[in-house]
């Protein structure tokens, strides 16, 4: 009961901001469905014409259905940037093998005495496809659409890692956090969206089949009675489109008085995206577009580099080894001027004064964990490491400054490493799944967790103090930019930032944690 009660006033509390996720998950997957549509459909008749084509063709769809949606995501982000693009070309390219299929399948089994019948009565081919074959494959085919439609809804929740929005923000967001009221609020509409949209699809199927192909022994309900006008049917369907095209096609124009203020998909980094946000707001009248938990350092640096992001906060540390692939220094000065210098140089992007805060890495372990095997450093981790398995983020599992180069430090020979994203891996930590875990040193969960951050008593970790970096292009038409950024600098100690986390970790949105922070610096 207690559950339910969390669950139902975590709702009251994030109604807006769920319709709004809610409402954008709806236009993105129609408009994929849509998309999708027009181009499976034509060509199922195409190779229904051509047979020849039809191996080929259904054959690469099956290939694009084998592919991680994951992966594909990471072809198309370089091509197309952030955002919707990629996340609607990727949900289209999915929900083409279950229509093409169909209506492939649809056309060419067709009683064989009812072609014949049609070409007898001096039917031309187009008039035996539009007359004769495309309205008895009409079942086939609304169920491939059917299909695909209930599929979109799903695929589409994987969009929030590119900053596209959607109901994935939530679940994403509540997987990272360990919240389950986030991963509910978020999962439950999607589930009534597929539900919804299954019914709706129906009932379109209802009325674009046949008088005569439909069961006539099924009594008229209320529902198809409602349905029988068909000029308010098609009205209604033209409205539909067009309010959904229109709205989705105005989410890829960047205004030239708008700078979108981007993040990476942990909780530090919303706040900080927010708390960038909200100042340029306050202080400017420029138009901000928040693109926050796009996921990982390559993604938002990409998007950075292809221009459809302005600014966001980056660490030292991950500038100087994960970006520009130098090899680690200690002394903070030193990491700072080489990623200013070849920030600028490189990829004429300029990199503000830090924050104020070390968000440098760290491991941990449970605190009995540690004093049942007089665990103090990683170098005492690396003695018994070989009977004990680690929970790492896959970014950090996978870079030089992580895992990689601590393993080659420290001699540290894991008996296996998992690749678990956000707060997933302090859960595996907790049920004993996993014994270590890397964490950020400001990470609100630490504190929740109460875990044991053993010394980097060999000083691999590089700093990682936080930098607000802003496109050259960008500060150059708003030079006022700088001053507004210039404001934070010095400004979020360690503990300040372990506070915010830890406030987001306990159900309060980023934004006005953000915001809060902002106002008590007046």
Not at 271 to 299: C, F, H, P, Q, Y
Not at 381 to 400: C, D, H, Q, V
Not at 423 to 443: C, I
Request: a positive charge; charged letters at 20%.
């Amino acid at each position: 009961m207690n559950s339910i009660n969390s669950f139902i006033n975590f709702v009251i509390d994030r109604k807006t901001e769920i319709i709004g996720l809610f409402i954008q998950h709806i236009q993105l997957t129609i408009f994929s469905i849509l998309v999708a549509v027009l181009i499976a459909v034509p060509l199922g008749i195409l190779i229904v014409r051509y047979r020849k084509l039809s191996g080929p063709i259904i054959g690469f769809t099956n290939i694009v259905q084998s592919i991680p949606s994951l992966a594909l995501l990471g072809f198309l982000i370089p091509i197309f940037g952030i955002g919707s693009t990629p996340a609607i070309i990727m949900v289209v390219m999915y929900s083409l093998l279950p229509i093409v299929k169909n209506t492939f399948t649809g056309l060419t089994n067709i009683n064989p005495a009812l072609i014949e019948a049609a070409d007898g009565m001096g039917l031309t081919n187009t008039q035996v496809l539009l007359k004769v074959r495309f309205p008895l494959a009409m079942p086939i085919i609304m169920s491939g659409i059917r299909i695909s439609s209930v599929t979109a809804v799903g695929l589409m929740t994987i969009a929030a890692f590119i900053g596209a929005g959607g109901l994935g923000y939530l679940v994403f967001s509540g997987v990272s956090t360990v919240n389950n009221n986030m991963i509910l609020a978020g999962a439950i509409p999607a589930c009534f969206l597929a539900l919804f949209l299954d019914f709706i699809i129906g009932k379109v199927e209802n009325i674009v089949i046949p008088e005569g192909i439909k069961d006539t022994h099924k009594a008229p309900t209320r529902t198809t009675r409602f349905f029988k006008n068909k000029k308010i049917q098609l009205w209604a369907s033209v409205l539909v489109v067009i309010i959904i095209i229109s709205t989705v096609a105005a989410s890829f124009i960047k205004s030239e008085d708008t700078i979108v203020v981007g993040s990476k998909n942990f909780n530090e980094q919303l706040i900080l995206g927010d708390m960038v946000a909200s100042l340029i707001e306050a202080k400017t009248d420029i138009k901000v577009t928040r693109k926050l938990n796009l996921g990982g350092t390559n993604v938002v640096f990409s998007a950075m580099k292809s221009k459809d992001v302005d600014v966001y906060v980056e660490y030292t540390g991950t500038g100087l080894v994960n970006i520009l692939k130098k090899p680690t220094m200690s002394d903070p000065n030193k990491v700072y001027d080489v990623m200013k210098n070849d920030f600028s140089k490189n990829y004429d992007i300029d990199v503000m004064k830090p924050l104020g805060f070390n968000n440098t890495y760290v491991v941990a372990v449970k605190n009995d964990f540690a004093k049942k095997n007089n665990l103090a450093t990683i170098s005492d981790l690396s003695k018994i490491s070989s009977k004990y398995n680690a929970g790492f983020t896959m970014e950090f599992a996978n870079r030089p400054d992580g895992y990689l180069g601590v393993k080659k430090l420290y001699n540290l020979n894991l008996k296996s490493v998992k690749g678990i994203d956000g707060g997933l891996r302090y859960t595996a930590l907790e049920k004993g799944e996993t014994q270590v875990l890397d964490a950020f040193a400001t990470d609100g969960l630490l504190e929740k967790f109460h875990l044991k951050l053993l010394k980097d008593d060999k000083n691999f970790f590089p700093p990682y103090y936080a930098v607000p970096v802003i496109r050259a292009e960008t500060l150059k038409k708003h030079p006022e930019l700088k001053d507004v950024l210039l404001l934070l600098k010095g400004k979020i100690t360690d503990e300040d930032m372990r506070t915010l986390n830890y406030r987001v970790d306990n159900e309060e949105q980023p934004r006005k944690v953000a915001e809060d922070f902002l106002r008590s610096k007046k």
